[in-house]
């Protein structure tokens, strides 16, 4: 059994809001890859998706506005975990510098300069 054809305005519209949630699960996709450069180049398309849609979307649209929000909130959390881990490479990489920094200071350092020549 399918669904009753839909209004041509309507399912142009709908079209939009497809978009919306395709794109939202690109963003999801780059987020979770580390493919912070492409994912920051995609603000500009996303302006392009919402521009000029009214403030009140169709009801046909709820659901798939509905799923974009929740991909968009688990966007959120992919690029909180990236930050979390850049920030503990951060974290491990300043330590292990102060650690080879300490034993270089232990190390008998030599002159450079040959003075027996």
């Known amino acids: ?3 009753p054809p839909l209004d041509p305005g309507i399912e142009d519209s709908l079209r939009r809001y497809q978009a919306i949630h395709a794109h939202a699960e690109l963003e999801l996709e780059l987020a979770g890859g580390g ?4 994912l920051a180049t995609l603000g500009a398309r996303w302006e392009e998706l919402i521009a000029g849609l009214p403030a009140r979307p169709p009801v046909v649209a ?4 509905q799923r974009a929000r929740l991909i968009h909130e ?8 990236l930050r ?5 490479d951060v974290a491990t990489t300043t330590r292990t ?3 080879a920094d300490g034993y270089a200071g232990q ?3 030599r002159p450079r300069l040959d003075r027996s020549a």
Not at 35 to 38: D, H, L, Y
Not at 62 to 65: D, G, S, T, V
Request: hydrophobic share 35%; proline share 0%.
């Open 62 to 65: 709820a659901e798939l506005l």
């Open 1 to 3: 059994m399918s669904s």
């Open 74 to 81: 688990r966007t959120r959390i992919e690029l909180e975990r």
């Open 97 to 99: 510098r102060r650690m």
């Open 35 to 38: 493919e912070i450069e492409r």
């Open 107 to 109: 190390l008998h350092r």
């Open 84 to 88: 979390e881990s850049l920030l503990s």
